[in-house]
């Protein structure tokens, strides 16, 4: 019988030792997450800001209609992207499901030759009709890596922008329009003021 008690203690004095320790670690989990800084679209400096207005005129799309950005019934995400490009290729797919979730209209953009285009929509299976192909739309956002995302609501205004190489970075576009802020890192930078006020 006193075996008995013996090993109940035994047993609690380690449920208790395990509770303390398993709160301790989750403890440490939970600090490490506020340090560690979500995944988002890298944006540079240069360029269009949020808030900026789309670029004026009517762009030609490869299929010969015209396109004028930020006058869609949807929010327009406006994709560069090139044949050339391997991570352009895997976004195309994941760029269609995306806005087709979240009820955007996508726009893809470029600046290869005509024939060139042709075959990269043939290649990866989008309509020629949603691809521009105008170098002065690059130049005009002054896009220097692909691929590049500009997302833009029904007004026209530009609400977020950045390097995407994955869905995390296409809802990071998103997130940053919903939560107010036009990069991830406006927020981050924010957050930890406030944390620190």
Known sequence: MTDMIYVNIFISAVLLLTSIVAFM??????????????VGALTSVRGPQPGTLAPDGNFTTLSGQ?????????????????????ISRKMIPIAKDFCF??????????????DVQQEFARCSGFS?????????????????????????????????RGL??????????????ESGYGTVQTYLANHKKSLAA
Request: hydrophobic share 45%.
């Open 25 to 38: 670690l989750m403890q440490r989990v939970r600090s490490l997450f506020k340090e560690i800084a979500p």
């Open 66 to 86: 015209t396109i004028t950005l930020g006058s869609s019934a949807l929010p327009q995400l406006v994709l560069f992207v090139s044949g050339s490009c391997p």
């Open 101 to 114: 979730r979240e009820q955007l209209s996508l726009i893809l953009a470029g600046d290869d030759a005509p």
């Open 128 to 160: 020629p009709s949603i691809l521009i192909n105008d170098q002065s739309l690059g130049r005009l956002l002054e896009v220097d890596k692909l691929p590049s995302a500009f997302l833009y609501d029904i007004d026209g205004k530009l609400v977020a």
């Open 164 to 177: 995407v190489n994955n869905r995390e970075h296409l809802e990071s576009l998103l997130n940053a329009w």
